[in-house]
């Protein structure tokens, strides 16, 4: 998929037409007071999520230029240390325990990626890789709130864009 079309298809995610598994109207009410960290599964979910995520970037060549901005291993692997910090924000980010916050400080995104040129290439290689892993992982999302977390997604990616 080439990113012309996966921005399309955030587009129609957003616009709720989508190819994602979609729950009937009794889903919809089942969970409206749980967080997206307990619906993605709590720590193992999340966990999982991220694992999904960044075994897409390692293996992609889609992927290429965004895994070469996280300084990989000699074996073109993400080292533990970033992942840990993905989950460690992802946590709080979405609902659970805050422990960006609490090991590493306010996480000030922007400033964080300040020191890697981050282009338009990056973002979007960078939101392929996640769809895949929402894709892979399925959560249990009704329409409104899947679309809630792509957008999220990408307002998140677009503020760590530093350069064209």
């Not at 694992?51 to 080292?79: G, R, V, W």
């Not at 992942?83 to 609902?95: A, C, D, P, Q, T």
């Not at 679309?147 to 530093?162: D, P, T």
Request: some cysteine.
């Amino acid at each position: 998929m080439n990113y012309t079309n996966l921005l399309n298809k955030f587009k129609q995610i957003l616009n709720g037409s989508f190819l994602y598994k979609k729950e009937g109207a009794a889903a919809k009410k089942s969970h409206p007071e749980r967080t997206f960290y307990e619906i993605f599964g709590k720590e193992a979910g999340l966990r999982l999520l991220i694992s999904n995520f960044y075994q897409k970037m390692e293996d992609d060549p889609l992927a290429k230029d965004c895994l070469m901005t996280h300084e990989p291993t000699e074996e073109n692997k993400i080292p533990e240390s970033v992942r840990e910090k993905l989950f460690m924000f992802l946590s709080g980010w979405l609902g659970g325990p805050n422990l960006f916050v609490e090991k590493l400080g306010a996480p000030k995104m922007m400033a964080r990626h300040s020191h890697i040129k981050i282009g338009s290439i990056h973002k979007n290689q960078w939101l392929y890789c996640m769809e895949h892993a929402l894709n892979k992982h399925q959560p249990p999302l009704n329409d409104q709130d899947f679309g809630r977390i792509i957008n999220s997604f990408m307002a998140l990616a677009e503020r760590i864009q530093n350069s064209e």
